[in-house]
């Protein structure tokens, strides 16, 4: 399967844990994106790389989630002292510059 | 700042009948719109895109400027089309991020 993956695809954990989310995109792609979907709505922006630069955040990144894509390929997204409402899922999507986004399974949280 | 409204949450069709998804978007600049699927426990997938003004299963869309619209249409629904349907748009320069509508789930029945 030579598509975005995502890992884990389901996490469930306790209020005030870190977690961490790992994003595979597609190889020759030098964008990646992460978006959060919550029920009954359409994913939201939240960041993005043009290869290993974060060039744009969403104000809704608070300062307790953070991204990397330290070599330009894979990505993680943690999140930390995590809160009922980052239950979400978590996508990724990765493209070629001004290419169309290929998104990847998702993520799913809970927050419990 | 950019909004997409899909006013529709559910549209339910018989098989045979012609489809309509509807999208309107807000935003100051030239945009780029984009349609995406996502069928039963699989992940989003690509549609349309509305520059490179393909039918991709039968759907067309044609983007309105003067009407702000991008309506995803079908003449003849399939059961195999039913799932949820995103309409979502990309600004102009290097912001490539993608705002998305809050979907409207297609139901085709016999």
């Known amino acids: 399967d030579t598509g975005v993956s995502q890992d884990p695809r389901h996490k469930i954990t306790k209020r005030g844990q870190n977690v961490t989310f790992r994003c595979d995109p597609i190889?020759?792609?030098?964008?990646l994106y992460w978006y959060r979907q919550t029920l009954g709505q359409g994913p939201e922006f939240l960041t993005y790389?043009?290869?290993?630069?974060?060039?744009?955040k969403s104000r809704l990144l608070s300062d307790r989630f953070s991204a990397e894509r330290p070599k330009g390929s894979f990505s993680t997204l943690e999140i930390q002292r995590t809160e009922q409402g980052d239950s979400a899922m978590y996508l990724c999507?990765?493209?070629?510059?001004?290419?169309?986004?290929?998104f990847g399974p998702g993520t799913r949280l809970l927050v419990l | 700042a950019q909004r997409v409204t899909q006013p529709e949450k559910l549209l339910s069709v018989f098989k045979g009948a012609p489809v309509e998804l509807k999208c309107n978007y807000s935003?100051?600049?030239?945009?780029?719109l984009f349609w995406y699927v996502q069928y039963s426990r699989q992940r989003l997938q690509l549609l349309l895109r509305?520059?490179s003004r393909e039918s991709i299963k039968g759907f067309t869309a044609d983007l309105n400027k003067g009407e702000t619209s991008f309506h995803l249409k079908k003449p003849f629904a399939q059961e195999e089309d039913s799932a949820m349907y995103y309409c979502?748009?990309?600004?102009?320069?290097?912001?490539?991020?993608?705002?998305f509508g809050t979907g409207t789930r297609l139901q085709v029945t016999l």
């Open positions: 999507a990765s493209s070629l510059t001004s290419g169309a986004q290929y």
């Open positions: 190889s020759e792609h030098n964008r």
């Open positions: 790389f043009q290869n290993e630069a974060q060039l744009e």
């Open positions: 935003y100051s600049g030239s945009p780029e």
């Open positions: 509305h520059i």
């Open positions: 979502a748009l990309s600004g102009t320069g290097t912001a490539s991020k993608l705002t």
